[in-house]
């Protein structure tokens, strides 16, 4: 049973359009929200992350937006750039019990 | 700073054989981690550590070991090799708690 799922496993979108990458959880008590960016042959490099106080948090083109009500964790990222193209895992749980979802590849056409 | 390193990149082992991956940071991070990355699956934690001297199973440790003798290090070993242990392992370190955790390059592991 998936605690946490991200059920999109690729992403596909032009060069300075927005991409949304989605995030769902099962356990109302976890408190800990963050995305991580996996390029290939490379271990996954902190993204961005939310406070579970707050239900938006923004650092450049990167917004990560909290629904503690709907369990829902995205990312969205404006505009898009080939750069990101990478795989996308979302973080969340509690202390000593931190679960990553499957991941998305995203992949950004020039 | 060369961050979190991982030795060895990659490996063949034979079933039943055993063998140890080695993890260092260099960031004075108390806790540190060991993943396995599986096609389709994420990263599943194996074992962690909250600091010196101390261990602790995580989603899924059967079939290997670890040890932190030293701050900097966390070793993962595999006393005897099977093929459903064919995988991609991270090392991970955070300073504080399971919040951003700094990974290391990967180890790939491919037992026959």
């Known amino acids: 049973d998936q605690q946490v799922k991200q059920n999109s496993p690729s992403l596909s979108v032009q060069e300075g359009r927005i991409s949304i990458l989605n995030c769902d959880y099962t356990?109302?008590?976890?408190?800990?929200f963050l995305w991580y960016k996996k390029y290939p042959a490379e271990g996954p490099t902190f993204l961005i992350s939310?406070?579970?106080?707050?239900d938006k948090n923004e650092d450049g083109r990167f917004t990560v937006f909290l629904n503690k009500s709907a369990k829902h964790l995205s990312l969205h990222i404006v505009p898009s750039q080939p750069g990101d193209s990478a795989v996308y895992f979302c973080?969340?749980?509690?202390?000593?019990?931190?679960?990553f979802g499957q991941g998305t590849t995203l992949q950004v056409k020039p | 700073n060369a961050g979190v390193t991982q030795t060895p990149k990659f490996r063949v082992l034979k079933t039943g054989q055993s063998m140890t991956l080695l993890c260092a940071q260099d960031?004075?991070?108390?806790?540190m981690y060991w993943y396995r990355q599986d096609p389709g699956m994420g990263l599943r934690l194996i074992h962690y550590?909250?600091?010196?001297?101390?261990?602790a199973k995580g989603e899924v440790p059967d079939g290997y070991n670890v040890s932190r003798l030293k701050k900097q290090n966390f070793l993962l070993g595999l006393e005897s090799a099977a093929p459903s242990q064919t995988s991609v392992y991270f090392c991970?370190?955070?300073?504080?708690?399971?919040?951003?955790?700094?990974f290391g390059p990967g180890t790939r592991l491919t037992v026959t």
């Open positions: 991970a370190s955070s300073y504080v708690t399971d919040y951003e955790q700094y």
């Open positions: 356990n109302s008590m976890f408190d800990y």
């Open positions: 939310i406070s579970s106080i707050k």
């Open positions: 973080l969340t749980g509690n202390t000593g019990k931190l679960i």
């Open positions: 960031m004075n991070h108390e806790y």
């Open positions: 550590s909250v600091g010196e001297g101390t261990t």
